[in-house]
């Protein structure tokens, strides 16, 4: 293998541990009952996604199917 080839492949390698970083992240936080006023100090690269499954009394247009269990939800995003 040459030097070319060697470098090349160091360079895929590279720009993949590197995307691993700069990728957004995301967390569920599934609530019921509960209010979510605030995420602090979330960094720029994390999106945080409320599930609240307390749905009685919410708006039908506001209703959601959830990601993490197919039961409908009201999905708030930070």
């Not at 060697?6 to 967390?27: D, M, N, P």
Request: glycine share 6%; hydrophobic share 40%; aromatic share 6%.
């Amino acid at each position: 293998m040459n030097l070319k080839s060697k470098l090349a492949g160091a360079l895929v390698r590279l720009k993949k541990w590197v995307s691993r970083f700069q990728r957004k992240r995301e967390i569920f936080l599934v609530i019921e009952g509960g209010v979510v006023h605030e995420i602090v100090d979330r960094p720029d690269n994390i999106n945080v996604t409320v599930i609240d499954y307390d749905t009685e009394g919410v708006e039908k247009e506001r209703l959601e199917i959830s990601p993490v269990d197919g039961e409908l939800c009201v999905i708030s995003k930070w």
